[in-house]
């Protein structure tokens, strides 16, 4: 059988907050700092061409005309002075009116496309290096002389590298710290929805009131009005149920309690030839009657029962003082030695349901439980504090394959009685579900039967 894909996992409103309000922000961080660092950036670069030019315009001073011709006053140490950078290679070169190289380097070329000013100040490559040159010319009486100054990038860059970091790292951090605050902000201001919505996951499924509003924001309200208005009508529909299983239960048990009677006066004036008939019919007719009632009661134990006002403090004692008349002759008709140990228990919940959860684990531990067996139902408080209810007996046990399956609807071992209709543990474990109890099931230690025990929560 070709499965259904899965859904998608569903975005909560708390992460779609922190998407539209991250895509905003990051989309102002990288859109404003090239913007920013261009603007940080320029006044240092202007302040590199202005010391570049400088060189320039005091390379130019150093060219003189003596004895009719044109000298360059550049003598070595100079040179290495003016060469002398921590970080960059710098160049110089110096040309005559013909393009004539007066001193410096040949493969450093001025640029020609100089302004009125004389000065020019560009980017280029030089021996596969990039570099800033000032071109600076300079007239003088036997011509124009054109003087260019150079040096590579690494200074600019470094210094491009500390601005662009000094941008970044705290325009990062503010980003940073205004999710982390936006985060926070959203999650108190959804903290009303997550209580809610932890209320409602833990309200048990028997829980019909209306839910509290509370502190609940207001865009919220009118989901809560709608889901207050479906848990009405869902009460309404139970209770409607509740009346008609009620109605039900009383007319369906009066006729079937006067067919097994009118069946038992017949046994009594038929011929004894008629009897084996009549007595399959009246077997028949108390299995449908049992049939009828746990069907009943199941429906009526189920969750959508509402006996929120049923509840009160009962003893589970007093319940099995009051069953053990209920099932003495069901015992005597097995041989079945059916004993009770009260002791007092305190829990609080529905009266008749616990004499129901009651009723049918005895009445299938005495189904089960071979003739001439015993069966023991007790009461009182565990090791761990909470009340208890048991019923134990020296049957054939359980298999450990069926521990979980046999609180299903109509599962029956295949051993099992023939008059059974695999709905009492199912009675049983709806029952204590209403109650949040815990149902445990073990083999009897004593007996080497089956023990059935059920915890409820202390009163």
């Not at 320029?42 to 060219?63: C, G, I, K, N, T």
């Not at 069946?263 to 008629?274: I, R």
């Not at 199941?298 to 319940?319: F, H, K, Q």
Request: glycine residues 8%; charged residues 25%; neutral net charge.
């Amino acid at each position: 059988m070709k499965l259904p894909p899965p859904e998608p996992a569903r975005q909560t409103l708390r992460r779609r907050l922190l998407v539209f309000l991250l895509l905003p922000l990051a989309a102002l961080l990288v859109l404003g700092l090239p913007f920013d660092y261009r603007l940080a950036n320029s006044p240092a670069q202007e302040a590199y061409d202005y010391a570049l030019s400088e060189s320039a315009y005091e390379l130019a001073m150093r060219v003189v005309v003596r004895d009719g011709m044109l000298r360059v006053d550049l003598p070595p140490d100079v040179e290495s002075l003016m060469r002398a950078d921590r970080t960059d290679q710098e160049f110089l070169a110096v040309y005559g009116p013909q393009g004539r190289l007066l001193a410096g380097d040949a493969d450093l070329t001025p640029d020609m496309r100089l302004p009125a000013s004389g000065l020019r100040i560009s980017d280029a490559t030089l021996r596969g290096t990039r570099i800033r040159k000032a071109t600076y010319r300079k007239a003088t009486g036997l011509g124009d002389v054109t003087v260019v100054f150079a040096e590579t990038l690494r200074k600019r860059e470094r210094a491009g590298s500390r601005i662009l970091a000094a941008m970044v790292l705290p325009n990062v951090l503010l980003v940073m710290a205004t999710l982390v605050l936006v985060y926070f902000g959203v999650r108190r201001g959804l903290a009303p929805l997550d209580r809610l919505g932890q209320e409602i996951a833990g309200r048990p499924a028997h829980d019909t009131s209306p839910i509290p509003k509370r502190d609940t924001p207001g865009e919220a309200e009118p989901l809560i009005n709608a889901m207050n208005g479906l848990i009405a009508d869902l009460r309404a529909a139970a209770a409607g149920q509740q009346v008609f299983l009620a109605n039900a239960a009383h007319q369906l048990k009066t006729p079937l309690s006067g067919l097994q009677t009118q069946l038992e006066l017949a046994l009594e004036e038929l011929p004894e030839e008629h009897h084996s008939r009549v007595v399959r019919l009246h077997d028949a007719t108390v299995r449908l009657g049992h049939l009828t009632h746990q069907l009943l009661a199941l429906a009526r134990s189920g969750p959508e029962a509402n006996i929120g006002n049923e509840r009160r403090r009962i003893d589970l004692a007093d319940l099995l003082r009051a069953s053990a008349s209920s099932w003495f002759d069901a015992a005597l008709a097995k041989g079945i030695d059916l004993g009770f140990e009260p002791e007092p228990a305190l829990v609080e919940g529905s009266e008749w349901l616990l004499r129901e959860l009651l009723a049918n684990l005895i009445n299938n531990a005495i189904q089960y439980t071979p003739r001439g067996g015993t069966v023991t139902a007790r009461s009182g408080i565990g090791e761990d504090g909470r009340p208890f209810v048991e019923v134990e007996d020296n049957g054939p046990g359980i298999p450990t394959y069926a521990h979980e399956r046999i609180f299903e609807r109509f599962y029956r071992l295949a051993d099992g009685s023939p008059t059974g209709t695999g709905l009492g543990l199912a009675i049983v474990k709806e029952v204590a579900d209403r109650h949040d109890a815990t149902i445990s099931l073990q083999s009897s230690p004593e007996k080497g039967g089956t023990c059935i025990r059920v915890s409820f929560v202390p009163a």
